[in-house]
């Protein structure tokens, strides 16, 4: 029995503009097992669910959202630039994501944009938000700025936390030791079945980003990981079926 964890990535990101409550709403049909998604702050410091530090790509306006305020980058059309029939979809706030997939019993992990930007008490703030819906012991808190990893372990010990990584860590279990986290996300390929099992061996779980070819998200689950974060959750279940069958 395979128990790799399907993860939408920014959402069902595929199938809706990353990121927004369409995309959420979209992964919680899929059933997806959980959620993927990034945080910055605003001028007026809401922690703000977006991947990049600008709004530029993803919505009709321009600037970094550190220099936006709430109602500023409310104003925003975060949908139409996917498709017309998402014009009109907001960029979300974190406590707006948590109101929709909160109770539904997935996990969630959110990744902290702490770079190259840097959000004063970003780690303190989102903790504050996943204690107050009760979350804590169901998220992930995972960046490529380690120190906010290191800062998230100060603040509170119980929270899980994944150093994210492209390439060219050596021996990255022990690393994610060295810093006190639970799990490494490293970029897809770097994954292999000895990374999966000397991690599994020294009590680190290895999720993987952002698989999107069948063939590849089969090879991950093969190698045994524990979550595949996908723009496309539906490829996750064919895979995870037909490995299965
Ligand atoms: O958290 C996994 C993945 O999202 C990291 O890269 O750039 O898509 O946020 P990015
Ligand atoms: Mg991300």
Redesign the pocket.
């Known amino acids: 029995m395979n128990t790799t964890k399907i993860i939408a ?2 959402g069902a990101s595929g199938y809706a503009p990353e990121n927004t409550i369409s995309a959420f709403q979209k992964a919680l049909e899929f059933n997806v097992h959980g959620i ?1 998604l ?1 945080v910055h702050m605003s001028y007026d410091g809401y922690l703000i669910v977006c ?1 990049d530090e600008g709004v530029d790509r993803t919505t009709n306006g321009k600037g970094l959202i550190k220099d936006l305020t709430l109602n500023e980058i409310k104003s925003l059309d975060a949908g139409g630039w996917f498709s017309k029939k998402y014009s009109g979809q907001r960029i979300p706030t974190l406590q707006e994501v948590l109101d929709l997939i909160g109770n539904k019993g997935i996990f969630l ?1 959110i ?1 902290l ?1 702490s770079g190259p930007i840097i959000y004063p008490n970003i780690e303190r703030e989102v903790i504050n938000v996943i204690e107050d819906y009760g979350l804590s012991g169901n998220t992930i808190i ?1 960046s ?1 700025n380690h120190y906010s990893l290191l800062e998230v372990k100060r603040i509170k010990k119980t929270i899980k936390t994944a150093p ?1 990584y492209m390439a060219g860590i050596v021996s990255p279990w022990k690393y994610a030791r060295d810093i006190g986290a639970d799990g490494i ?1 490293p ?1 897809f390929y770097n994954v292999t079945p000895q990374l999966v099992k000397l991690s599994s061996d020294n009590g680190i779980f290895v999720n993987t ?2 698989v999107d070819d069948p063939n590849y998200i089969k090879y991950v689950i093969g190698c045994g990981v524990a979550g595949v ?1 996908t723009n496309y959750p539906d490829r996750g279940f064919s895979a995870l079926e037909e490995i299965q069958s």
């Open positions: 990535h920014r993927e990034d991947h992990n990744e944009k995972s490529f994210l996300h970029y980003f952002t974060m």
